[in-house]
């Protein structure tokens, strides 16, 4: 029992041996670092090499001169020869023209004045013939002939008119009974004035008008040529 006791003893001295030996700092104990291997990379920028274009090519070459500007010519206005001349064509407007009052009663074709009535002014000592079924109305000095659709023609004193306002377009002449007449239109208001110098028996002279407002130039007309002074 004693000897199994001091082996015990023993062997636990034994193992305190080798657990202080271990810990002990004078034992060397090589540690080894594994070493990793270096990797190096290398970033290679790319080279760009630009070609001149031809522009840059010539200005680095050679140089260019620009002509002033009093020496560039004016393009001919003569065409090459063969080539269609490079002309505008002017474009020319006429002038706007009213008719005058004779061409306009000249167009109107010729109204025979059979079978018309004729009305005698006493205070003018003049006749004039007018459309059967027109009506006649006097109203103090002046006379009114309407006609079945309410159109009139007016008889009665001169009135004062300037003859060359640009509105205006007159013109002379006579009709088949020796009376003068100056036939004027208003081209703004359509209106048709004839000034009527009529020369009675007795030397003496009667001035009075007809007008009327876009009339029927066929009767107006017709009733310009059957003016005529009394006997």
Not at 107 to 119: E, P, R
Not at 200 to 224: C, E, K, V, W, Y
């Amino acid at each position: 029992m004693i000897e199994r006791t001091h082996s015990q003893r023993l062997f636990t001295l034994l193992l305190l041996a080798l657990g202080t030996g271990a810990c002990s700092p004078s034992a060397n104990v090589a540690i080894t670092t594994p070493v990793l291997p270096s990797i190096t990379t290398a970033i290679v920028q790319p080279t760009l090499t630009l070609s001149p274009t031809a522009t840059q090519t010539a200005s680095a070459t050679e140089t260019v001169t620009l002509p002033r500007a009093s020496s560039i010519a004016a393009p001919s206005s003569t065409p090459k020869s063969g080539a269609p001349p490079n002309v505008i064509p002017s474009v020319v407007i006429p002038p706007t023209r009213m008719p005058s009052p004779a061409t306009a009663a000249a167009k109107a074709t010729a109204l025979s004045s059979a079978g018309w009535k004729t009305f005698v002014s006493a205070a003018w000592q003049i006749a004039i013939d007018y459309p059967a079924d027109w009506t006649v109305r006097e109203q103090g000095i002046d006379v009114i002939f309407t006609s079945p659709d309410g159109r009139s023609i007016r008889l009665g004193p001169q009135a004062a008119q300037e003859d060359d306002l640009p509105n205006m377009r007159c013109t002379e002449s006579a009709n088949g009974y020796g009376v003068r007449v100056n036939l004027c239109l208003d081209t703004i208001s359509g209106v048709y004035i004839a000034n009527l110098d009529v020369t009675l028996p007795n030397g003496t002279h009667s001035f009075l008008a007809l007008s009327a407002r876009r009339p029927d130039l066929q009767i107006f007309n017709a009733m310009l040529a059957s003016v005529r002074a009394t006997q």
